[in-house]
């Protein structure tokens, strides 16, 4: 991914352009549609390209989060009875570049010891009395019922152009190669965008099957996903792993080996630390 950005980025993209080319021909068609349909269906759908006769355009792209909800072992989090696991959570099995399918493990273990320790804790009385739990169910539908009233229909901004904003300002600034000057433009339009975000108005307010109601809900959420992964990466002043600085080349062990944690404020995250235990294994310097 980062040879093909700086081909990019010094101009050699195909025609001048912001892609290179894929060149699967050389497999032959029935190779292609045995092993790679799923990617052909893609290229013909979306590029309007059969790769068994031209090549795709590609650029590299974020398909993978390797940080998470902070977890243990088990997948318990520091809230007592909420647990987590897969990709959305935090073991730290990755560390700060996740190996080509080692996803697995997040899913197919942890996925594991998280259900059996979920159970655990239900069983050996780790939960709120019934009385508690139907208050606070109760409360907390009250306020999603209200946040959707008001988004059916006190809103004015379009959750569709916040969220095409959003993902253009992360893939122009915070994206494989980042530099302070970027990232600080890149994070004043994030909390702009949140700003925004507590404006919006559905589009569509029926109450069956409302894919636009999850849709504009969720953008809340990643709106501050956002803002919590580039207060992070402007903070870490080095560069390690897949968080690549050009004006920080280096990896910096002595200030920055350590977790960045990550906490919700109504005014941006706050960022906390904690020590990375490594184990058996002693960091590396990257060579490739």
């Known amino acids: 991914a980062r040879a ?9 993209g ?8 894929l060149d699967l021909r050389h497999l032959g068609a029935q190779k292609i549609q045995e092993r790679l349909p799923g990617i052909r269906d893609l290229a013909i759908h979306f590029e309007d ?10 650029v590299p792209s974020q398909h993978y989060t390797m940080g998470g909800i902070d977890t243990d072992n088990n997948g318990a989090t520091p809230m007592p009875g909420l647990y987590a696991a897969g990709e959305c959570a935090c073991v730290s099995v990755h560390g700060s570049n996740r190996l080509g399918g080692n996803s697995l493990l997040e899913t197919i273990v942890f996925g594991r010891r998280a259900g059996d320790a979920a159970a655990d804790f239900i069983k ?14 109760g409360e907390a539908i009250k306020a999603v019922e209200s946040r959707i009233t008001k988004l059916a229909h006190d809103g004015s901004e379009d959750p569709y152009a ?11 600034h915070f994206g494989i190669f980042r530099d302070e000057e ?3 433009v890149g994070l004043d339009k994030l909390r702009s965008l949140k700003e925004r975000a507590q404006n919006m108005k559905l589009r569509h307010t029926g109450s069956v099957f409302n894919l636009d109601m999850i849709r504009t809900t969720e953008l809340e959420g990643m709106v501050d996903l956002a803002l919590t992964i ?17 004006d920080y080349p280096t990896r910096d062990d002595a200030g920055w080996l350590k977790h960045t944690l990550a906490y919700y404020g109504p005014d941006g ?9 490594l184990g058996m294994f002693e960091p590396q310097e990257r060579k490739y």
Not at 162 to 172: G, L, N, P, Q
């Open 49 to 58: 390209v059969d790769p068994v006769y031209e090549p795709i355009p590609i």
């Open 230 to 246: 580039a207060t992070g990466a402007l903070a870490r002043q080095e560069s390690r792993g897949s968080h690549a600085r050009t």
């Open 162 to 172: 916040i969220r095409s904003e959003m993902t253009a300002t992360m893939k122009e």
């Open 4 to 12: 093909i950005q700086t081909e990019i980025n010094e101009g050699r």
């Open 182 to 184: 970027s990232m600080k």
């Open 14 to 21: 195909i025609g001048g352009k912001g892609y290179v080319y």
């Open 269 to 277: 995250p706050r960022l906390d630390y904690k020590p990375v235990t």
């Open 124 to 137: 050996g009385g780790g939960a709120k009395p019934a009385g508690d739990l139907q208050r606070v169910a």
